[in-house]
């Protein structure tokens, strides 16, 4: 499994270099396939995944690991705390706004 191209753009404007290679493993690892009832997702489904833990470490490793953690026990409670989980879209949207 790998990152999608926005996912991978939002780790590098979110993490220091020197963690980049750390939070996709976390992502890919930790937050994908391996996770309850997900097994028949797409990439665009992982991603929406993603950029919500993501959005809920705001560049913060140990954030980021608790955002998974949470993921792991039911990772609609990550969509909807990250502000993701009405819409399909809002991911998009916020990832967009990082990139400017």
Known sequence: MQLTETTTAVVRRLFDEAEHGVVADVLTEQCGINLPLVAAW???EFERLWLAVLKLSDGDLASLRRAVQIAQTDWRD????????HSLSAHRQWADRLKT
């Open 42 to 44: 797409t990439d665009a």
């Open 78 to 85: 990550v969509l909807v705390a990250s502000g993701f989980g």
